[in-house]
């Protein structure tokens, strides 16, 4: 079975909804969130120091903090609908999700939690999908889901539902861009009710009524990554969520593999692309088995706390020197490491800073931009 050795918590109802307070204020992403928690110790005095931290990035004033009213109404609304908010480790929380680094801190589940803690493989693709690709998608799925996997994927039109109708039978887990109560595409929703009527189940880190925008999918799709060992692409043209998917998962150290198509189809580009660059080439379903069954076995490892960007106080020279390498096209973390010529955790704690402020945005890949 792919779980790691329990070290189950349970969160109190005050602890959640402070975690939920800090999580939906502004500025404050999971990375941030843990940095945050790490350091102060608890989300409530976290939350007492967030304009302080925001003021020192420069914001002209505090963004917006979740109040415990509208957090309890959430904890509330969410209940009404089935939806549990768990942190990593609770029983129930994705447990190879649980080691990211931007985990989400309370993930929003719905549905048959056993299903959330089998080991999963994601099958992602087109949209617009080919009728050749829609079907070895479903007979993929269907093969997979046989061997004892849960297919995951992102309930989009195309593949993606054709992944999940083909492994309804052995569960399948939706992940969503938007809040539960606001699924996309809407004529899904029959789809994710013979989902959980069979045994399936939905994660989500968005708030209820949250509509999904363009930016929310790139979000997703390292939750649909970072729940599988492995993401199987069947078509992705060039420049696709899918291949984002692909890219996301290489980060996490999931395995990538890669359905072949002819060079003629647009809609296959991007998964020739994935073969070149080294992703599994994939034409049945015992490619994968082949490659993910040495890695089941395996403990999973438990993040690994950073070293405490808020225990260091960057002084003034050091902090305009960092910002003046910032702008709007993302750069490395590491490069601005280097090219400041400071330590890791002088750059750390100024970009804590300039989150909090609002001012800077964090892409994959341990990439920042100024916004």
Known sequence: MDTRTPTAIHLTDAERIDRLRLIRSD????????????HFGSARVALQRLPELARRGGADRPGRICSEEDALAEIRAS?????SLLAPDEAGYPPRLATLEDAPPLLGVRGALDALIRPMLAV??????????????????????EAGFVIVSGLARGIDQAAHRASLKGGTVAVLAGGHD???????????ASIFDSGGAAISEMPLGHVPKARDFPRRN?????????????????RSGSLITARIAAEQGREVFAVPGSPLDPRAAGTNDLIKQGATLTTEAADVISAVEPIMGRPLASREPEIDP????????????????????PVLIDDLIRMAGVSPAVVRAVLLELELAGRLERHGGGLVSMI
């Open 27 to 38: 500025n404050v992403g999971p990375r941030t969130f843990y940095s945050l928690i790490n």
């Open 79 to 83: 209940q009404k609908i089935g939806v």
């Open 124 to 145: 992602v693709g087109s949209r617009n999908a080919s009728g050749a690709g829609l079907k070895f998608a479903g007979t993929l799925a269907r093969d997979l889901s």
């Open 182 to 192: 606001r699924i996309y595409p809407p004529e899904h929703e029959d789809l994710l």
């Open 222 to 238: 390292r939750l649909i990554s970072g729940t599988a060992l492995g993401v199987v692409v069947v078509e992705a043209a060039h």
């Open 310 to 329: 808020l225990d260091v106080e960057p002084d003034a020279g050091d902090r305009a020197r960092i910002i003046a390498l910032l702008g709007p096209t």
